[in-house]
């Protein structure tokens, strides 16, 4: 079985920053595409990041200029440097891979972390 586990939620004011971290395990041939998603109270989950296996990121407008999403391929790890946090940033953050796993017949399947909560408040 394919695990992500992430790290780096917490409490931080208005202005300040946080450093994400979701390191993939298991029975991995392959990572594809990895990034985050974002759940706030009676909010739709939304799509924050996005990073392709070649690096190219896209990001949701609201986070644009502030977040990035970037990965280590020899850790099989993705992160969210998320800078200039607002209130509005509040959230329980999923972090996704798609992963192709060891195997005959193998084929790419997204897997999700468990959710890390942060909080942007004075």
């Known amino acids: 079985q394919v695990q992500l586990v992430e790290s780096g939620g917490g409490l931080v004011q208005p202005g300040g920053s946080l450093r994400l971290s979701c390191a993939a395990s298991?029975?991995?041939?392959?990572?594809?595409?990895m990034g985050w998603f974002r759940q706030a109270p009676g909010k739709e989950r939304e799509l924050v990041a996005a990073?392709?296996?070649?690096?190219?990121?896209n990001y949701a407008d609201s986070v644009k200029g502030r977040f990035t999403c970037s990965r280590d391929n020899a850790k099989n790890t993705v992160y969210l440097q998320m800078n200039s946090l607002k209130p509005e940033d509040t959230a329980v953050y999923y972090c996704?891979?798609?992963?192709?796993?060891?195997?005959?017949?193998?084929?790419?399947?997204?897997?999700w972390g468990e959710g890390t909560l942060v909080t942007v408040s004075s």
């Open positions: 990073i392709s296996d070649g690096g190219k990121t």
């Open positions: 996704y891979a798609l992963i192709q796993t060891l195997g005959s017949n193998s084929y790419l399947m997204n897997y």
């Open positions: 298991g029975s991995i041939f392959k990572i594809n595409a």
